[in-house]
């Protein structure tokens, strides 16, 4: 099963514009973290937000996260036809738990 | 290595074969996982080993799914008798440090087709 739901499933933009990707997750977290996958290839690590923690930069990349609403979600400014990728938020669980556990993910096409 | 090495890249299996996945994290690191990517899902959690104990395998689907990680770098999963259901994308992950406080390095994975 899979603990977090991002929304929207697709997106389709132009370049140049700022594409949001929402992430909403079930129980308490240690943290979330995004990563990228292009198609046939594995994921990439982007960003990774500490449950303490409210909002994070990584170049084009903001992450924000609302632990009361068990809520993050990612925004890349000035989109380029590269971002082109499947995005999807993972959540660490609060308790002693080891793995990321995934969400469905968001296929970004970013029209050249 | 410089990044998680995964062979073979594609495999295709008659359904009721055997297969052998093999994983080569990064060196040094500590924490080695595998998940399952069925088309257009994201991965699922298959296990998780920690040096070379294995410390968590709740998300094996079935008996018929096995890892191993005898010396605590290099990580096999095999998969007894496969089915139809088994094809997907097999992807391991490595970390340096264990219980997910940092970003996990992903192998490109391996797709594996049972016919």
């Known amino acids: 099963s899979q603990q977090g739901e991002e929304d929207p499933q697709a997106l389709s933009i132009q370049e140049g514009e700022n594409a949001t990707m929402n992430c909403s997750y079930k129980t308490s977290i240690n943290n979330l973290q995004w990563y990228r996958q292009n198609s046939g290839r594995g994921l990439v690590h982007l960003i990774l937000i500490r449950s303490n923690e409210r909002e994070k930069h990584s170049g084009r990349l903001r992450v924000t996260l609302d632990t009361s609403k068990k809520s993050s979600s990612l925004l890349i400014t000035a989109s380029r036809a590269a971002d082109t990728a499947s995005y999807f938020c993972?959540?660490?669980?609060?308790?002693?738990?080891?793995?990321?556990?995934f969400g469905g993910g968001t296929r970004l096409m970013v029209k050249p | 290595g410089a990044g998680v090495s995964q062979s073979p890249r594609y495999k295709v299996a008659k359904r009721g074969q055997d297969v052998a996945l093999r994983c080569d994290p990064i060196s040094g690191h500590v924490s080695l996982f595998w998940y399952q990517q069925a088309l257009g899902q994201g991965p699922e959690f298959l296990t998780y080993f920690q040096n070379e104990a294995q410390l968590d395998k709740s998300g094996l689907p079935s008996d018929r799914f096995f890892a191993e990680r005898p010396e605590g770098s290099v990580s096999t999963l095999k998969i007894q008798r496969t089915q139809q259901e088994d094809s997907a994308v097999y992807l391991c992950?490595?970390?340096?440090?264990?219980?997910?406080?940092?970003?996990?390095?992903f192998g490109s994975g391996t797709r594996l087709t049972v016919v």
């Open positions: 993972a959540t660490v669980p609060g308790d002693a738990g080891n793995m990321l556990t």
């Open positions: 992950a490595s970390s340096l440090v264990p219980v997910g406080r940092d970003g996990y390095t």
